[in-house]
């Protein structure tokens, strides 16, 4: 793609349009915004401005064109989000950020040909969030390449320095610098830039706001930057820090001493980072093993039910502040293409939705079953226009036998933040800037999304970051999709307050895969995770980063709850192998979620004693199962939860048909029966997983019998699910088959 670079000057703008470059991009023009008149320095929430009299020196270096606008807005709009969460295009004109939005505007009427901008924001949700907004509007039209992006700023530090990129610090501004450090070199000031990380948490790349750089030589340089006479400027001095910076008198442009080679600058990340070539290790040992002979003789053999699933009515139940929608269809006599179906099944949740004063910006997340994946493009293209910013996340998968003529089924789930009294904080990670890091969502959804504290991530395939093509073999994909969920749920953290992982904790999900043998690769992905695989399976210790899975990882010997879902060939996005869809919680307790407005009808629930914005360590996973006959017919009940003190709660309910009583054991019918009622009491959000088969039947009827004690609406409200097979782990943690799964979210 042809690329425009944003340019600071600095070090990250300048390092990134290298990573452009040797990604095989070409850089066509230059972009900068200066501080009006005669401002060495502007107090900008969103751009570097020091050393701005020197930045056409970096694009003649570069022999490239350079674009300059002054900045005459001001940070009106200091919120995370830029723009409205409705689909009403929104922006505050005298806002900072729509002087981006004029100086592209010029870049475009020069260079109509640039399809994309280059950006060096490392770990800036607030520039980032921005800079996407503006490019990605219609009459732009820029594809963000962000490279930079959640990279370790030690590593990238280094990186810098071994690609031979030359920068000088010309501002500082943090704790331990002081002018005497103005004009150091990256490399001179690596060792201290490192102690004060140390000792303060001071960020190495100057990520929030240590220091400003301005870049004297580049290998895309053709000469480079004599800095020449300065002049220090103190704005204030303490005994903590300086807030200095350099005036530069007459820098200019002189001839290098020696030709740098044009290629091989910068080092381009490993695809998968030490946990992910862990895990890979581990899916591959073990391809074409028994188990996965086994599992794929034991689905080849069931009886196929031809007569398809037939969908309830839609429905919306209401919990405490959640409102979910199933079973929601645009099936209707005007209803004829799929773009039809998709206006009228929105409709639909809308109407719902106002029943209860919300609207589809209130929505966190959404399950989007399709008929087949070659109508994805229509359907997406009529989705996309339905929300603004901070969209809800999404997992999309085709279903086998849907109803006849019914292109998709969606399940929403949404939640009232309307209260004053109870100030909820919708957080979301939306990134549609290109990277190493994770796919972009271009457009429709989210990464992840945190509500009540509870974090919804997006369906994850294994695309390769920085050209979103799907890898080719499946233990990759396994392994790539699970680190790009991985990678999702830490930066979400980390734009907490820079919260660890540690803090939180996994609850599970589901993983769908597009052939049975796919199970047992993704199940010993899932396991390595917890460095949960025997020794003798896996023959090493267990590596850094796998305490990603936080407080359920620390005890009770098992991991987060998960579900793989077996689905036809070529009914996952991009006919990938495998999907992974989790949920997570940031382990900090929430408003009482339970206090709704006195006009609805609440079901009642213990509230939690601690405060809300206090952390919890309270977290358990628990296993309770039993045996019951219906119609001659023996079956076990597994009930695997994942619970807290901090209103969230995930469980996974299985039935499997036994060929004698002595092949389960059984817990205590009281205790399974109390798990049971936990369900019914807590739950607002249940999927109900049904194999296209015969075998399904029997195990619903008497889950209905077991649940008809309790309520009636259970299973009417949960979206029903069409699959090939369905399997969870066993106790000893091996795949094993079942005949209905029951998948809930609760408080």
Known sequence: MKVVGLLSGGKDSCYNLIHCVQ????????????????????????????????????????????????????????????????????????????????????????????????????????????????????????????????????????????AGLVSILIKVAGIGLDERDLGKTLGQMQGKLERLSAMYGAHVCGEGGEYETLTIDSPLFRRRIEVGQTETVVHSDSGFGS???????????????????????????????????????????????????????????????????????????????????????????????????????????????????????????????????????????????????????????????????????????AFDDTSSAAPFDRRALHVQGRSFWAPANIGPYSQSLVQAEKCWIAGQIGLAPSDLMLEEEVGKQTALGLQHARRIWTATMND?????????????????????????????????????????????????????????????????????VVLPQGHLPRSAAVEWQITAHTGRIPPSITNTPATVEDDNDDDDDNEPGSDTSDVSINRFSTTLTSNNTLFELVHTITSSTACSTFGILTLRRLSSPTDADADSKDAFTTSIRNCVDKSYATQLFQPVTTAYKEALALLKDLLSSTTETLLDQSQIIPCSSVHTLADDSTAQQVDLALVWHGI
């Not at 800079?131 to 219609?138: F, G, K, Q, S």
């Not at 209707?332 to 209860?356: G, M, N, R, W, Y």
């Not at 052939?515 to 390595?528: D, F, L, N, S």
């Not at 917890?530 to 399976?537: A, T």
């Open 496 to 564: 907490m307050g820079r919260r660890g992982v540690e803090r939180g904790w996994v609850e599970g999900g589901v993983c769908w895969v597009d052939r049975v043998e796919g199970v047992e690769v993704a199940r010993r992905g899932w396991m390595c995770q917890s460095g949960g695989l025997d020794e003798d399976e896996d023959g090493e210790e267990e590596g850094e980063g796998e305490n990603w899975l936080g407080q359920t990882n620390a005890g009770g010997g098992r991991v987060p709850p998960m579900l793989f």
């Open 23 to 162: 990604q095989g991009h070409e850089l066509v023009a230059l972009a900068t915004l200066a501080p009006p008149g005669s401002k060495d320095e502007l107090d900008s929430y969103m751009y570097q401005t020091v050393g701005h009299d020197a930045v056409h020196l970096v694009a003649e270096a570069m022999q490239l064109p350079l674009y300059r606008r002054v900045i005459k807005g001001t940070a009106i709009n200091q919120c995370s989000e830029y723009g409205s969460r409705t689909a009403s295009s929104s922006s505050t004109s005298e806002d900072e950020t729509e002087d981006l939005y004029h100086l592209l505007l010029d870049v475009k009427s020069h260079h109509p040909d640039v399809e994309a901008v280059s950006v060096g924001a490392i770990l800036s949700n607030y520039q980032r969030v921005r800079v996407e907004h503006v490019a990605l509007r219609p009459e732009i039209s820029l594809t963000p390449l962000t490279f930079l992006w959640q990279r370790s700023q030690s590593e990238l530090y280094a990186e810098m320095l071994d």
């Open 243 to 413: 807030v200095s910076y350099l005036r530069l008198k007459n820098a200019r442009l002189v001839e290098k001493v020696e030709k740098q080679k044009q290629g091989g600058w910068a080092r381009t990340p490993p695809l998968l980072d030490d946990v992910g070539r862990r895990m890979l290790k581990a899916v591959q040992s073990r391809a074409g093993s028994s188990k996965e002979e086994d599992l794929s003789e034991a689905v080849n053999g069931l009886q196929l039910d031809e007569a398809g699933i037939d969908l309830p009515t839609p429905s919306i139940r209401r919990k405490g502040r959640y409102v979910v929608l199933s079973n929601i269809t645009g099936l209707s006599s005007t209803s004829t293409t799929p773009e039809d179906q998709v206006k009228t099944a929105f409709a639909t949740i809308q109407h719902l939705l106002s029943s209860s004063a919300l609207g589809l910006e209130h929505i966190t997340h959404i399950n989007l079953f399709l008929r087949t994946q070659t109508l994805f493009a229509r359907i997406n293209s009529i989705y996309r226009t339905l929300f603004g910013v901070s969209p809800p996340t999404r997992a999309c998968v085709a279903l086998p036998s849907l109803p006849p003529n019914c292109d998709l089924v969606i399940n929403a789930i």
